[in-house]
């Protein structure tokens, strides 16, 4: 346990934080799982929406640097070819 106050600041700053990221992670997990729900369904306009919204999530998140930028750009970059495969 932090002895000294500056290291029990931060400690109770580092909680903070990690309760935050990991909110955040959830959000950024649970975007991508809406649209892999909604490609599996099939229903293209529904999947480009849910794309959309994602898409908006995932670099709102790898702004923050929760995830690393090429994470967020390969999620995308799946996520965007599996709602073109349904027309396929």
């Known amino acids: 346990m932090a002895n000294s106050a500056q290291a029990r600041k931060r400690a109770r700053q580092a909680e903070t934080r990690r309760a ?3 909110s955040l992670r959830s959000e950024f997990r649970t975007a991508i799982k809406s649209v892999r729900k909604a490609v599996q369904s099939g ?13 908006k999530v995932i670099d ?10 090429n994470k967020a750009a390969r999620d995308k970059s799946r996520l965007s070819a599996a709602v073109k495969a349904i027309a396929a």
Do not use: M, P, S, Y
Not at 43 to 55: G, L, T, Y
């Open 60 to 69: 709102r998140i790898a702004d923050k640097g929760i995830v690393h930028k």
């Open 43 to 55: 229903d293209k306009a529904q999947a480009q929406e849910a794309f959309a919204k994602a898409q």
């Open 20 to 22: 935050r990221n990991v």
